[in-house]
């Protein structure tokens, strides 16, 4: 019967139907009540689909899917780490007192604190902010943190803890260490040795386990996250594609190629989608889009 | 002299025993695979849940522990799935323009619909769940379909009634 069900649903679907298999399902449906309650079913199933938001429920039931052996071996082998809790309720906004705060990927995030100064997050980053210490955790992640104020704020990472007030600085932690720039004012720099250095406005250095590296200038168009920009001065596009992938959920992979083609351009993060078809019109690409999550660059065919 | 009866058999099984004696091995089992003892003690209390649900008299079971791993498989098994479906959901969520967010109530349902959906799907072919997909989600013809999938009208036609007759077959 559910088959028989099915086979009028793909029917009538397909736009091929006449007035006959109009007919002749009625027919169906009347000559058994339990052919009547399949079909009301089915009718139910349509409309719990047709109530979901398209592009969530799209991107969420299609996404990439491993395939059940694969699930089933996950599944059966010693998680090696504590996975990250995926809690819905982590999304939602939360008190800025004392609180955990995190981007997904993708996401940015922008804190006004009591002071005047504000506190931003880039893509995948979580803090601890404690406002009654004037502590902020860099737990992972990037964050700028701009202070008018003279009272201090303490930024802990795990090599280190910056000293800022009255100072605009932006740190990027990463597997390796820290990278602090310095944008305005000046910010004391204490590594986890004990040794205490200060960075300038204008200077960039690693901080790392063993200790702050030296001082370099930089470009402040490489912090442009914080306005919502990725800006490229004639990049390879290979780098330009790995600092993009921080902002994509899901995989993005390109042919080797075209590691070393220059970009020049400022793109907009909201919409890292348009970016991608922005670089292959212009490089003269090609974008396969298995699904929103799987997406691979190569030369276009011509 | 030779009155007290030994018995050779185990005292019967009771839910209670099951309990008793297996959690905490049950437990620490789940914790090994999961990474984390919260998830471990939710699928542990689903276990026996589904051992309670299940028709199999619990008297007459030869290997608990066995028939216990045997149920706890498969729940981790739709516990990663779940987890999957969460991950890409949050993942789309974050995407959003902040306008078009839903409210909490609201990604709530959707994720529990969304849940309850996948689970359903569990089990087609990817091509015909994904037919199905654009057909119930983005209203896609069965022609436009084709040209995606690079198959025939009539192949879309078949998928379609596969994905309905799944569909169907499972209690919703």
């Not at chain 1, 995190?102 to 880039?122: S, V, W, Y």
Request: aromatic content about 6%; hydrophobic content about 45%; overall charge neutral.
């Amino acid at each position: 019967m559910a088959r028989a069900a099915a086979q009028w649903l793909a029917l009538l679907e397909s736009g091929a139907a006449t007035e006959h298999d109009h007919a002749a399902l009625q027919h169906w449906r009347d000559s058994h009540p339990q052919h009547e309650q399949t079909w009301q079913k089915a009718q139910t199933l349509r409309q719990r689909f047709s109530a979901l938001p398209q592009a969530l429920a799209m991107a969420s039931l299609d996404r990439p899917q491993p395939g059940r052996r694969a699930v089933l071996k996950r599944a059966l082998g010693i998680a090696a780490l504590v996975p990250t809790a995926w809690l819905v309720s982590r999304q939602l906004p939360i008190e800025v007192w004392r609180a955990d705060l995190h981007t997904a990927t993708g996401e940015r995030k922008r804190i006004p604190l009591d002071d005047g100064g504000n506190l931003q997050l880039n893509t995948a980053t979580a803090v601890d902010v404690d406002l009654a210490q004037r502590r902020i955790t860099l737990v992972d992640g990037e964050l700028a943190l701009n202070l008018p104020g003279a009272t201090a704020m303490t930024v802990q990472t795990r090599y280190g803890e910056l000293s800022v007030s009255q100072a605009d600085v932006c740190i990027r932690q990463q597997a390796a260490g820290c990278l602090v720039s310095v944008l305005k004012g000046a910010v004391q720099v204490r590594d986890r040795n004990g040794q205490v250095a200060t960075l300038q406005g204008g200077q960039q250095a690693p901080l790392k386990a063993g200790g702050l590296g030296a001082w370099v200038p930089f470009d402040v168009s490489q912090l442009g996250w914080r306005d919502g920009v990725l800006t490229a001065q004639n990049q390879a596009l290979g780098d330009f594609l790995r600092e993009l992938e921080r902002y994509r959920p899901g995989v993005l992979r390109w042919e080797p190629s075209l590691e070393n083609l220059r970009v020049t351009g400022s793109f907009r993060l909201d919409d890292t989608d348009r970016i991608l078809n922005l670089l292959a019109s212009t490089l003269g690409l090609e974008l396969q889009a298995r699904t929103r999550y799987w997406v691979t660059l190569r030369k276009a065919m011509s | 002299m030779n009155d007290a009866v030994v018995s050779t058999h185990a005292p019967e099984l009771t839910l209670s025993s099951l309990y008793r004696d297996h959690r905490s091995w049950l437990e620490s089992w789940l914790r090994r695979r999961l990474g984390n003892a919260w998830d471990a003690a939710d699928l542990s209390q689903d276990t026996f849940l589904r051992v309670l649900a299940s028709a199999q008299p619990i008297a007459q079971m030869q290997e608990p522990r066995a028939y216990l791993v045997t149920v706890g498989k498969r729940l981790l098994v739709n516990f990663h799935q779940r987890r999957s479906l969460e991950q890409a959901y949050l993942q789309a969520l974050a995407n959003l323009p902040e306008a078009c967010v839903p409210s909490p109530e609201q990604r709530w349902l959707v994720l529990e619909t969304l849940q309850a959906l996948d689970e359903l799907l569990d089990g087609l072919p990817v091509l015909v769940r994904r037919a199905f997909l654009w057909s119930q989600l983005e209203g896609l013809g069965y022609r436009e379909i084709a040209e995606r999938l690079d198959v025939s009208e009539r192949t879309v036609k078949r998928y379609m009634a596969q994905a309905y007759e799944h569909c169907l077959l499972v209690d919703l």
